[in-house]
């Protein structure tokens, strides 16, 4: 999964950069496409007419500007289901969506449940079919999002239900931030080959002009700090770093957190 485009069935999935590090992500059946969290239209714009795809659907994950704000301008001339929290007032939602429910694009035959997963803001949600999850700005290679609405303990909560799916599931983050976690990582989880080994496979990527995703989630699980927060070589950088040592895993990662602002 090393090229510009990866495939999950017969569904290609091709990542639009965006901004300064944003990944808009295209879903291509045939000539038809949806589209994950377009915060630019004319990205997405282009790479539809370049490819000679219909846009069918589009899915957010939280209201943030990088990722809705190219809604507008892509509905105003298609009529198309959007999907997106029902706990966010995000304009150009018609297909509100929360906890369970599940999200039926029928003519690129996929279907994704829908995963609450709070934290990086009040009402984030996820999005999991068999092998694929788009998590927005919950999860990333090697880090998690900023507390931007939601608290700590939620945060960890939804990355701790992340990291029990099954482990060949592709993640599609959303934002290329996957060597500057690594830097991080190297301090609060020392001694961790396979973190090293991904380090060393994500420079030749970047360096050969690829994205580092998707990743998956088993790799996540041995690379991540912010899933492992439970084990006792971040817990002893986190006592060095507080002079306490974490009660649990949830004091842990709030401190992780916290010292990830700054660092």
């Known amino acids: 999964m090393n090229d510009q485009h990866s495939k999950i069935g017969s569904i290609e999935i091709i990542p639009l950069p965006a901004f300064r590090d944003n990944y808009l992500w295209l879903l291509r059946r045939g000539k038809l496409a ?3 969290d ?19 659907a589009i899915l957010l994950t939280h209201h943030h500007a990088d990722h809705v704000g190219g809604v507008a301008e892509l509905i105003a001339r298609r009529d198309i289901p959007v999907f997106g929290p029902a706990a966010a007032d995000i304009e150009g939602v018609n297909h509100p969506v929360a906890e369970g429910d599940e999200v039926s694009l029928d003519r ?3 279907r994704f ?12 949600i996820a999005y999991l079919a068999p092998g694929l999850l788009f998590p927005g700005d919950t999860l990333f290679s090697a880090g998690c999002g900023r507390l931007l609405g939601g608290t700590a303990a939620q945060l960890h909560a939804s990355l701790r239900r992340l990291a029990e799916l099954p482990g060949d599931t592709a993640v599609y983050c959303t934002h290329e931030y996957t060597l500057a ?25 970047r360096d050969a002009g ?10 996540e699980r041995r690379v991540n700090p912010f899933l492992r927060t439970g084990e006792p070589a971040v817990m002893g950088v986190i006592a ?10 949830l004091e842990c990662f709030t401190a992780l957190r916290a010292w990830k602002d700054v660092f």
């Open 34 to 36: 949806a589209v994950v």
């Open 181 to 205: 976690n690594l830097a991080f990582a190297r301090v609060a989880d020392p001694g961790n080959p396979e973190r090293d080994e991904w380090l060393v496979e994500c420079e030749a990527r």
């Open 210 to 219: 690829q994205p580092t995703l998707p990743t998956t989630i088993e790799r």
């Open 38 to 56: 377009p915060g630019d239209a004319a990205v997405v714009e282009d790479a539809l007419a370049a490819q000679g795809l219909d846009l069918c």
């Open 240 to 249: 060095d770093r507080t002079g306490v040592r974490p009660r649990d895993s």
């Open 108 to 110: 690129l035959g996929l």
């Open 113 to 124: 449940r829908v995963l609450e997963v709070p934290g990086h803001t009040a009402s984030h």
